[in-house]
């Protein structure tokens, strides 16, 4: 009996708590988005399964594990003075922690990301700035209401490193609301990630709606001119002038902007393609695993359940919506100075949930009007939103970091 009872005390099931069980059930929902609705599912199912057995208790597989070890060389010690490795997810996570697994990404991205429709408009990057709206919107509202509701239930309010964290939520961009939650605020890392990467994977729906009740039909319809040509030397100068500027002016946006900029420079210079193959296929792949499971494997019961985490969800979803909102109000400012030749459409765009956002405002052009072709026209305003964003970020630790 002694014996059994020693096994049956290794068993998880005795310790499962009622928080723990809701996360578990929360990751079999984002499970079925992934795998029966296909939304995002590169995404949303090593993010549900790092949230699964970060919850299951007794394995040890969170992003706070670590275990005991003899090893005298290696490991850190505790505050008993005992010797201790990181677990798994811990090791996993320390890519999130130190900041190491976002600026990669940007890399990748920029292999993927096209500046000519950009270069070709300048004008487009209005659409961007305007959405940023969502970013100062969700600051505000989680720095007012989280300090008016928190405490009335006893709960601390939000500082401002908080706010400024939870804010770039609107940036609608997962890596740089990483980026500026492990400079802002660590212990907000879990729901502000989650909720940035499962509104990206929402962006359909939320986006649409919105779209459809700022423009009218006879905006829908806009045929936009064609882009004008950009030659290959104005695109191998732009990241290299892009770098020079924006590292002088926001040094603290440096890791997200140069990365962004050095893919960018790999793809357009020609001389690297291995680069360009590896990194737009393979090395994204691993990096959006590695992002997702670390990021599921943080979200234990104990730090997601908590009143705060529904006002930075709730913060998310508003800057979802606002920024989708600025960028179509600035793109229908566009149209009335151009008198017609841009179509509000791609103010969506505004937001940088890239390629997502461009998408939607590819669909919805065409829906109105089958020769409508708006996805290049959509892509300046995609990207200079990611620039922008990344100086938001980089402009908030600056100042709300100190």
Known sequence: MSILESIISTFGIPFMTTGQAIMILLSLFFMYLAIIKKYEPLLLLPLAFGILIANLPVVGLNAYHEY???FREIGSYNEEGVKMLPGLMNFLYSGIRLV????LVFLCLGTMTDFGPLIANPKSALIGIGGQLGIFVAFGISLFFGNLLLPYFGYEGFSLKEAAAIGIIGSSDGPTAIYAATRL????????????????ALVPFIQPPIMRLLTTAKERVIIMPEPKRVTQKQKVLFPIICTIITLLFVPAAGALISMLMLGNLIRESGVA????????????SILTFLVALGIGSSATADRFLHPRTLIIIACGLLAFAFGTIGG????????????????????NSGVSAMPMAARISQKMGQKYNPDNHLLMHAMGPIVSST?????????FISYFAK
Do not use: H
């Not at 400012?333 to 459409?345: A, D, Q, S």
């Open 185 to 200: 605020a660590p212990e907000l890392l879990p729901p502000i990630a989650i909720a940035a990467f499962s509104y990206m």
């Open 328 to 347: 179509v109000l600035v793109a229908k400012l566009l149209c009335l100075i151009t008198r017609g030749k841009v179509n509000p459409l791609i103010g």
């Open 100 to 103: 190491i697994y976002p600026p």
């Open 68 to 70: 005991q070890t003899a």
């Open 387 to 395: 620039i922008g964003s990344a100086i938001v970020a980089g402009i």
């Open 273 to 284: 393609d291995r680069y360009v193959r590896a990194f737009q296929n393979d090395l994204l």
